[in-house]
């Protein structure tokens, strides 16, 4: 542990924003289940339902700077990708 306060002040902070960022990806892993099943279920309401959540819950991370944009643009590709293949089923 550190004996300087400002440093004892920025691991509390440290810890806070590695929790935050973690309910963020958490929630974008979830999120993406979700949409693995409804695909699989073959509901096209709830594939666009759970698509656009998901979009929403990346970009959110990605303004909060939980998740870089380029991961974001990947997971995005994936699930839109997804989406496609569920439509066409």
Known sequence: MAN???QKKRILRNERERD???RYTSAIKTYF???EAAAESGDAEAVDTEHRELVSRID???RSGALHKNTAARRKARAARL????GSS
């Not at 989406?83 to 569920?86: F, H, L, P, V």
């Open 20 to 22: 935050e960022n973690r």
């Open 4 to 6: 300087i306060a400002s």
């Open 33 to 35: 289940r979700r949409l």
């Open 83 to 86: 989406r496609a293949g569920a």
């Open 60 to 62: 959110r991370a990605v």
